[in-house]
């Protein structure tokens, strides 16, 4: 028996792999104890972005009633205790569905796979990784295919649109492109005021660090039950996935 199977773990995907490596104390909370993290404001104000802009392009909706939809809702989650930070971010939703519209638009529609009631649904994209004596299935799901265009798009909400791409975002680009096979990918980075793409190129090396980042991992996680393996993992408090569930890390971990 392998360790992902020791576990329980029937696949991976790109957010999983990045938790691994940013966190793994994160990342045993997660998919070891089922910890439920709570969903940021951050997060929140990307999906209601995204979602505002799938209306326009392929759900029939006018530009202006979707971004009021999304301003709304947003408005609801941080009712109660949203940061200056959230109400900034808030105030430049707009922006970055209109900057998101604008740079897409030259694509045309999305085609997008849909329910048996015509809801629109993501398009899944998996690539089954083999290592030393294990395989395992890595999963994500995309933003924005178009077919005639040869093309996946992944759209991104930011405050401060990025020079370079993240480490996390390349390995999750990489991924896409690995198993889209012809497709190219690129990220598209809206702010309030601006928008920047970047595109994935040279992707083979990267999806042979990911590889190499599951054997890790798989070696790792046959070493010991989830108790075991709580108890030998580092705990780095500053991570940014415990920003929030800080009573959770010390359920966890004790600190």
Same mark, same amino acid.
């Given at each position: 028996m392998n360790g992902f199977e020791r576990h329980g773990?029937?696949?991976?995907?790109?957010? #999983? &792999?990045?938790? %691994?490596?940013?966190?793994?104390?994160? %990342?045993?909370? !997660?998919? &070891?104890?089922? #910890?439920?993290?709570?969903f940021g404001n951050p997060a929140k104000a990307g999906v209601l972005v995204e979602e505002a802009v799938v209306k326009v392009l392929a759900g029939g909706y006018e530009a202006a009633v979707a971004i009021e939809e999304a301003k709304k809702e947003y408005g609801r989650?941080? +009712?109660l205790g949203g940061s200056p930070a959230d109400i900034k971010r808030g105030a430049a939703m707009q922006g970055m569905i209109e900057n998101a519209l604008k740079e897409l638009a030259p694509y045309g529609e999305p085609d997008f796979e849909r329910d048996v009631v015509g809801k629109i649904k993501q398009r899944k994209a998996e690539m089954l990784c083999k290592g030393d004596g294990w395989e395992l299935p890595v999963i994500g799901y995309l933003d924005l295919v178009?077919?005639?265009?040869?093309?996946?798009? /992944?759209?991104?909400?930011?405050? +401060?649109?990025?020079?370079?791409?993240? /480490?996390?975002?390349?390995?999750?680009?990489?991924?896409?492109?690995?198993a889209m096979g012809n497709y190219g990918v690129k990220f598209l980075y809206v702010t309030g005021s601006k928008a920047v793409w970047h595109e994935i190129g040279d992707y083979a090396p990267v999806l042979k660090e990911i590889k190499a980042v599951l054997?890790?991992?798989?070696?790792?996680?046959?070493?010991?039950? +989830?108790?075991?393996l709580r108890k030998l993992v580092q705990v780095n408090p500053s991570s940014?996935? %415990?920003?929030? /569930?800080?009573? &959770? !890390?010390? /359920?966890?971990?004790?600190f």
């Open positions: 773990i029937k696949h991976s995907s790109p957010s #999983a &792999l990045n938790m %691994w490596i940013s966190s793994p104390c994160a %990342w045993i909370a !997660r998919y &070891l104890f089922n #910890a439920k993290f709570k989650a941080i +009712a178009y077919e005639k265009h040869g093309l996946v798009v /992944d759209l991104k909400t930011t405050m +401060a649109a990025p020079t370079n791409m993240s /480490d996390e975002h390349i390995r999750q680009g990489a991924f896409y492109r690995g054997n890790r991992q798989e070696h790792f996680l046959k070493a010991g039950t +989830a108790e075991e940014y996935y %415990w920003s929030g /569930d800080e009573a &959770l !890390r010390k /359920d966890m971990y004790g």
